[in-house]
């Protein structure tokens, strides 16, 4: 079974940077895509961006594009979410999801959730 656990939120100024971790225990996260998600308060939650299980295919929701990227160290069993210039829409909290083999659009295709952390942009 797939456990993930989401660390490196927390609270930041408008333009600041943080790097999201998301870490797995109980299986090796080689045979899968993870995906990044967020919930903002009182909207839906939405996916940020994925990484497919070889790390060839990334894919971003169109307003992180060029501020956000995400790499996957498959040796450490964990993918990361690097965040620049973050602006107070980024709030939310963050949460990483595990499906094999590829990404696919929707959070009913991802099986394992981590719980969760929050990200505050506010100066």
């Known amino acids: 079974q797939v456990q993930l656990v989401e660390t490196g939120g927390g609270l930041v100024q408008p333009g600041g940077s943080l790097r999201l971790s998301c870490a797995a225990s109980?299986?090796?996260?080689?045979?899968?895509?993870i995906g990044w998600f967020r919930q903002a308060p009182g909207k839906e939650r939405e996916g940020v961006s994925c990484i497919s299980m070889s790390g060839t295919s990334t894919h971003y929701l169109d307003s992180v594009k060029g501020r956000f990227t995400i790499s996957r160290d498959n040796a450490a069993n964990a993918v990361y979410l690097q965040m620049n210039s973050l602006k107070s829409e980024d709030t939310g909290v963050y949460y990483c999801a595990a499906r094999p083999w590829d990404c696919l659009r929707g959070e009913s295709e991802y099986g394992a959730w981590g719980q969760g952390t929050q990200v505050t942009v506010s100066s």
């Open positions: 109980g299986v090796t996260l080689t045979y899968y895509a």
